[in-house]
């Protein structure tokens, strides 16, 4: 008997009531730019990781290169160089040129897809100024021994923890093991605006020079009042002339990336419902690594090591050497049976022709090409059922079962 197409789909989203209320009432209040939702926004996602602040910007990619745009108020000079990952989704690239510094790439690990520490150090000259791990498909990268290299050079560590929400690494969590994280919120992401990104740090001042940046630079404090506006303007200035207009007095080179009201009004009801997602994405990301343990000989997923979580972003799959069938392979038969794939990113230095211009040679990376050659990743988020995973597991053993017969 054939089995009825049951699909799995890549990603949901979630949209709550709180969500669409919040929207409502902006949208009749005609104040849809940046406002009080995107302020309370950010101080619940600062609650929920404990830190003193968090930043909302429009993607997660501009959260990345504002974190590292803030060096520059530390003494970073453009074309300064940031050791980064070869494998990662290539908005960690482009942020690094974004904020105008050098992308210098180093090698990830096969079994945890994260930067390999050991190769760090030989990639360190007098230019370096940070490093900037991936947390790829959630699993946490190896924090101790970056944070140990880092201090020893005087670098400074920005977390990419855009795929990252929910992760935790010797009992903290993921996003507040560096200098600064950021976070995409784009709607693949547990936590979500639709589109948006946000920073988090305990630093004050570092917050500060965040708002300024992603708001073309502007100055964000009125000399009178002190503390920040957020928005580089200061109310109280129409009632008294010792309030300063900061609106064009610009600080700092910037960038215009600003979250709005109605992407936070999203976010506001995704927090609500962060907790149950959290859960229902673990139970399905442990029980799809379950699955990937019986067709062991022919693929691997990443593992949750006993000191950390794993923040259940997507479900990697990498096939083994000498399966004698190719990703593309696989990639057609669960297609094929209504289960939707990506394939695995690709090394930024030698895949991706942004970044050619940089003189990496192929095969300089061979971990992350592997990877990348090898990789896909499949939805683990909450809408899917354990039936789906069920289904999952006999689409697997069927094709494992045809490739056998005609190896
Ligand atoms: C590792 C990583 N960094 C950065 C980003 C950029 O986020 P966005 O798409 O919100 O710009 C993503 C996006 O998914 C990502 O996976």
Same mark, same amino acid.
């Given at each position: 008997m054939t089995e009825k197409k049951m699909g799995i789909p890549f990603g949901t989203i979630c949209i709550t009531d709180t969500a669409k209320r919040l929207i409502n009432e902006a949208l009749d209040s005609k104040r849809?730019?940046?406002?009080k939702l995107v302020r309370e926004f950010e101080k619940k996602f600062a609650a929920l990781y404990g830190v003193k602040e968090a930043v909302a910007v429009s993607t997660g990619t501009d959260a990345d290169a504002l974190a590292l745009a803030v060096l520059y108020d530390y003494g970073a000079h453009r074309g300064d160089e940031v050791i980064l990952p070869?494998?990662?989704?290539?908005a960690t690239g482009n942020a690094v040129l974004h904020a105008g510094f050098t992308p210098v790439f180093v090698d990830v690990e096969r079994?945890?897809?994260?930067?390999?520490?050991?190769?760090i150090e030989s990639a360190i000259t007098e230019k370096t100024i940070a490093i900037m791990p991936v947390h790829l498909m959630g699993k946490p990268a190896k924090m101790d021994e970056i944070s140990k290299i880092a201090r020893k050079h005087h670098l400074k560590v920005i977390e990419d923890?855009?795929? *990252? !929400?929910?992760a935790e690494y010797k009992g903290k969590?993921?996003?507040?093991?560096?200098?600064l994280a950021a976070f995409s919120l784009y709607?693949? !992401?547990?936590?979500?605006?639709?589109e948006g990104g946000i920073v988090i740090t305990n630093d004050t001042e570092k917050a500060e020079i965040l708002r300024s940046l992603r708001s !073309?630079?502007? *100055?964000?404090?009125c000399e009178t009042c002190v503390v920040s506006t957020g928005s580089g303007y200061c109310a109280k200035r129409f009632n008294n002339?010792? !309030?300063?207009?900061?609106?064009?007095? %610009?600080?700092r080179f910037g960038f215009s990336c600003k979250m709005n009201e109605l992407e936070a009004a999203i976010g506001l009801g995704a927090l609500e419902q962060y907790a149950a997602i959290l859960t229902k994405r673990t139970h399905n990301l442990h029980a799809m690594m379950q699955v990937i343990q019986k067709y062991d000989k022919y693929m691997f997923t990443i593992q949750e090591e006993a000191h950390e979580k794993i923040g259940p972003h997507a479900f990697p799959i990498i096939l083994k050497e000498g399966?004698? %069938?190719?990703r593309d392979a696989l990639v057609n038969y669960l297609e094929k049976n209504g289960i939707d794939s990506r394939n695995m990113f690709q090394t930024?230095?030698?895949?991706?022709?942004?970044?050619?211009y940089l003189g990496y040679r192929e095969g300089q990376f061979p971990e992350s090409d592997y990877i990348a050659d090898n990789g896909l990743h499949i939805g683990v988020h909450q809408d899917i059922t354990d039936e789906q995973i069920n289904y999952l597991d006999r689409v697997l053993e069927k094709f494992v079962n045809e490739k056998q017969r005609t190896l």
């Amino acid at each position: 008997m054939t089995e009825k197409k049951m699909g799995i789909p890549f990603g949901t989203i979630c949209i709550t009531d709180t969500a669409k209320r919040l929207i409502n009432e902006a949208l009749d209040s005609k104040r849809i730019s940046s406002g009080k939702l995107v302020r309370e926004f950010e101080k619940k996602f600062a609650a929920l990781y404990g830190v003193k602040e968090a930043v909302a910007v429009s993607t997660g990619t501009d959260a990345d290169a504002l974190a590292l745009a803030v060096l520059y108020d530390y003494g970073a000079h453009r074309g300064d160089e940031v050791i980064l990952p070869a494998l990662s989704f290539v908005a960690t690239g482009n942020a690094v040129l974004h904020a105008g510094f050098t992308p210098v790439f180093v090698d990830v690990e096969r079994e945890t897809l994260n930067i390999n520490p050991d190769l760090i150090e030989s990639a360190i000259t007098e230019k370096t100024i940070a490093i900037m791990p991936v947390h790829l498909m959630g699993k946490p990268a190896k924090m101790d021994e970056i944070s140990k290299i880092a201090r020893k050079h005087h670098l400074k560590v920005i977390e990419d923890a855009a795929e *990252a !929400h929910g992760a935790e690494y010797k009992g903290k969590k993921v996003g507040t093991l560096g200098d600064l994280a950021a976070f995409s919120l784009y709607v693949a !992401h547990i936590i979500t605006t639709g589109e948006g990104g946000i920073v988090i740090t305990n630093d004050t001042e570092k917050a500060e020079i965040l708002r300024s940046l992603r708001s !073309h630079g502007r *100055a964000c404090k009125c000399e009178t009042c002190v503390v920040s506006t957020g928005s580089g303007y200061c109310a109280k200035r129409f009632n008294n002339p010792a !309030h300063t207009d900061i609106r064009f007095v %610009f600080e700092r080179f910037g960038f215009s990336c600003k979250m709005n009201e109605l992407e936070a009004a999203i976010g506001l009801g995704a927090l609500e419902q962060y907790a149950a997602i959290l859960t229902k994405r673990t139970h399905n990301l442990h029980a799809m690594m379950q699955v990937i343990q019986k067709y062991d000989k022919y693929m691997f997923t990443i593992q949750e090591e006993a000191h950390e979580k794993i923040g259940p972003h997507a479900f990697p799959i990498i096939l083994k050497e000498g399966t004698g %069938f190719t990703r593309d392979a696989l990639v057609n038969y669960l297609e094929k049976n209504g289960i939707d794939s990506r394939n695995m990113f690709q090394t930024m230095p030698t895949q991706c022709a942004g970044f050619k211009y940089l003189g990496y040679r192929e095969g300089q990376f061979p971990e992350s090409d592997y990877i990348a050659d090898n990789g896909l990743h499949i939805g683990v988020h909450q809408d899917i059922t354990d039936e789906q995973i069920n289904y999952l597991d006999r689409v697997l053993e069927k094709f494992v079962n045809e490739k056998q017969r005609t190896l």
